[in-house]
């Protein structure tokens, strides 16, 4: 019977649809960065945590897949039954970091201290829609403090993002804390008489079109509506002008400095006590952050942060970068927010019935990179390790000894493993890897109890910047004791 001689079809070698692959400079850049976040979180008092990659759906609070379209938003899948003990549990890729948190201090109440402070960095994954610069897999680093009601540990988690901006080399006057209160919100909804209706949430969403459309465009939304710039006419809310008088004196309160703007709140909000609660809240953090000696130059408060107030219960906050870059056509704009956070004291309730008190920040991790690699704060050149070249196959163990006693001395170093037999390849080999010297020791240089020490980087400027003849009077090339490989290594290094 003749064989079947259909080949199965190769893979294909590409990323999958969403996701990235990162390689060395990038990976060194990430992590020197998130080291020196690490730092002042530590400095702080904050421990570090590492959390399952994998949770139960349950504890990340979706809800149980339907047929047509399960656990949208994570990638998700289900165990296999276990016989006689029915369906097998579904587990998912955390979609942040936050819900582990929730779920380990339930979990390890009794053993934590309270309030527990701890930072994590790590991938989390969303099954959404993949578009440029919105990827799948994507690394956030936060710190959260849980069981402190006090509004010390927003202050503090504030300050120590202040602190960590400046940390990674964001200098004072190229960014900004931005900070507002929940609360402040509903005691303006309240003052709106839409607090707890069904026009609340459209309030909200008008509220957040302010930085677009301005005053007069918000209160047109709010009221009667507007035209947009199409002349399409969008529906207004249907306030009256008095109920969308205090919505607008709260998206206009700002002042010149903190005191004024707690002025004007205290305005926006009126007779509200959760208003006012809020208010105080605020004045509160103004002053723990001066004591803790973050002035108005590094966070203020600011009535214009709103995203994610569906989901805080107190104080917010973001940090915005505000230097300007050049967009993808050539045009000037602001980098914008690269964190965002604040207090949020419903989510251990879920595993325990009981309310706990937290409040934390998030960095967007590739935001801050490439805010770094605008600056020009990232991005040099990495040195790739000193490459030991072989010029004979049995003294391998000699070169590798070289290798080792270079490590010995915390040079970087490796051995040539490929095939020795062109020596050019292994000088190209050396430049890919961006090695700055190449270490020679054939039999004539073993015999006299020498090695060469070829200065690639030199080797490389001479080679671009001067002619033939001018290149071999100034030789990239050097020779050394074998004894002195260590001293001779450092010293090239020095150069550079």
Request: proline fraction near 5%; include cysteine.
């Amino acid at each position: 019977m003749p064989q079947d001689k259909t080949k199965s079809p190769r893979p294909k070698a590409a990323t999958p649809k969403g996701f990235r692959d990162y390689f060395g400079a990038e990976v060194t850049e990430r992590k020197a960065m998130l080291d020196r976040i690490a730092e002042i979180y530590h400095l702080h008092g904050f421990e570090p945590l590492e959390s399952s990659a994998v949770e139960t759906v349950e504890a990340l609070g979706k809800f149980l897949p339907d047929v047509d379209r399960p656990n949208a938003g994570v990638f998700a899948w289900q165990e296999e039954a276990v016989p006689g003990g029915g369906a097998g549990d579904w587990l998912a890729l955390r979609y942040d970091l936050t819900a582990p948190l929730a779920r380990v201090a339930a979990q390890y109440r009794n053993d934590l201290p309270t309030p527990y402070r701890r930072y994590a960095m790590g991938p989390v994954w969303r099954n959404e829609k993949p578009g440029p610069g919105r990827f799948r897999q994507f690394y956030q680093c936060d710190a959260d403090t849980v069981g402190s009601a006090s509004v010390a540990a927003d202050a503090e988690i504030c300050a120590m993002l202040a602190g960590a901006l400046e940390a990674v080399g964001i200098a004072r006057g190229d960014y900004l804390v931005r900070i507002n209160n929940r609360k402040v919100l509903n005691g303006v909804l309240e003052a709106a008489g839409v607090a707890g209706g069904d026009k609340a949430d459209d309030v909200l969403r008008q509220i957040d079109k302010f930085d677009k459309v301005g005053e007069d465009g918000v209160r047109a939304l709010l009221t009667t509506g507007r035209k947009d710039s199409s002349g399409a006419e969008i529906e207004g809310v249907g306030l009256s002008d008095e109920q969308a008088e205090p919505v607008l004196r709260f998206l206009t309160s700002r002042g010149t400095d903190n005191s004024m703007t707690l002025m004007n709140l205290r305005s926006a909000v009126g007779p509200s006590a959760i208003g006012a609660e809020g208010v105080e809240e605020l004045a509160q953090i103004a002053a723990l952050l001066r004591g803790l000696g973050v002035g108005e130059d590094r966070a203020i408060i600011d009535p214009s942060v709103v995203r994610g107030l569906g989901y805080y219960t107190g104080p917010v906050f973001e940090a915005e970068l505000t230097f300007e870059i050049l967009d993808e056509k050539g045009r000037k704009r602001q980098f914008g927010s690269v964190a965002g956070g604040g207090r949020y004291d419903g989510l251990v309730e879920r595993f325990t019935g009981q309310k706990v008190p937290a409040t934390g920040v998030s960095i967007g991790v590739d935001r801050l990179l490439a805010a770094l690699q605008a600056k020009g704060l990232t991005g040099a050149e990495e040195r790739g390790p000193v490459v030991v070249t072989v010029m004979d196959r049995d003294r391998m163990a000699e070169y590798h000894a070289m290798a080792a006693e270079l490590r010995a001395a915390g040079i970087r170093a490796e051995v040539y493993l490929g095939n020795p037999k062109n020596f050019g390849n292994q000088l190209k080999y050396a430049d890919k890897r961006s090695a700055p010297i190449a270490i020679i020791q054939g039999g004539d240089e073993a015999a006299r109890g020498i090695v060469q020490l070829k200065d690639l980087i030199l080797g490389a400027k001479l080679a671009a910047e001067v002619s033939h003849e001018e290149w071999k009077s100034q030789p990239a090339q050097a020779e050394a004791p074998r004894g002195d490989l260590v001293a001779a290594v450092r010293e090239m290094l020095a150069r550079w």
